[in-house]
């Protein structure tokens, strides 16, 4: 059995595990991300040092930006140590192993054909919410990464149509976990909440605040899966990211989809995708990294 390291590096927390050629999780460690590269490059290698007993082939990173197939970050997201950096070289001359940087939505859909939800399905879009969105998408069965690996940022997509202030109107700022649902909530109370189940919790008793910044939300994602749907046309979509393991959270989102499409004429006249829940959760990251190095799966 051979076994590889994936690292899913994000803003907050790094997760990192050992991962065997069947894609099964052996064993993972979840910790505070170092802001410094060399300190984040460090927390990798004390990792596979303390698992070296694994014989470690190759080692796969899950990272926020666009990232080219050579490694080179254009963008890095919350991860500001990596910008306009390779690396994959960096990583591969640091551990003196074979090292494949992907971006975490492409990570993550990557997972989910070699070992989730759309392990039998050839065309469809990965949709993760978190800090901001991420996603990738699966054509005739095969990642579809385009020109310099933008394919799949549907965060970055805009969601008005106002001239200036681009970044306001991206869907991240309205349909994103963290930088929409939780950055509109603490605007609106004058207090910085950065976690949605505590928006939630306070819905629940009665904030008619919290209420409302959950309907907007639920209404963003809609709208953006919506485009997405009309724009590929995938068989699934699938909804990845901590949020999404919520059941109520979901059955909320998939019910304002499937309003927009009975409400639009248009749409109500045609076969819309369908929109399900990742299955491989928070462990999607680390699985996904490592796909590349497996010779069965489809990239």
Not at 111 to 117: L, V
Request: net charge negative; charged share 20%.
């Amino acid at each position: 059995m051979k076994y590889y390291a994936g690292i899913d590096i994000g803003g907050t927390h790094i997760k990192m595990g050992i991962i065997n050629e069947e894609g099964k999780v052996c064993l993972s460690k979840n910790e505070e991300t170092a802001k410094e590269r060399e300190a984040l490059m460090q927390q990798v290698k004390d990792f596979l040092l303390k698992h070296s007993d694994y014989s470690i082939q190759a080692v796969g990173i899950s990272t926020p930006g666009i990232v080219r197939t050579d490694g080179y970050m254009q963008t890095s997201g919350a991860i500001k140590c990596f910008f306009h950096r390779n690396m994959k070289k960096e990583f591969e001359e640091y551990l003196n192993l074979p090292v494949v940087i992907e971006n975490d939505g492409k990570a993550a859909a990557c997972a989910e054909k070699w070992q989730g939800a759309a392990k039998d399905i050839d065309n469809f879009v990965c949709l993760t919410l978190g800090t901001a969105i991420g996603g990738a998408i699966y054509i005739h069965g095969k990642l579809y990464r385009g020109f310099g690996g933008l394919a799949g940022e549907f965060g970055i997509s805009l969601a008005g149509h106002q001239k200036g202030h681009y970044d306001e109107q991206s869907f991240s700022y309205h349909a994103a976990t963290v930088a929409g649902l939780c950055r509109h909530y603490s605007y609106r109370v004058h207090e910085r909440v950065l976690d949605a189940q505590e928006i939630m919790i306070r819905a629940k008793q009665g904030d008619t605040i919290a209420e409302e910044c959950l309907k907007e939300f639920y209404h963003s994602v809609a709208v953006l899966l919506m485009n997405i749907a009309v724009t590929i046309a995938p068989e699934v979509i699938l909804i990845g990211g901590g949020i999404s393991s919520n059941g109520d959270v979901m059955k909320n989102i998939i019910a304002d989809y499937q309003q927009i499409c009975q409400d639009y004429h248009v749409l109500s006249l045609v076969n819309m995708p369908r929109i399900q829940t990742c299955y491989l959760h928070n462990q999607a990251g680390m699985i996904g990294a490592v796909a590349p190095f497996m010779k069965d799966v489809r990239m």
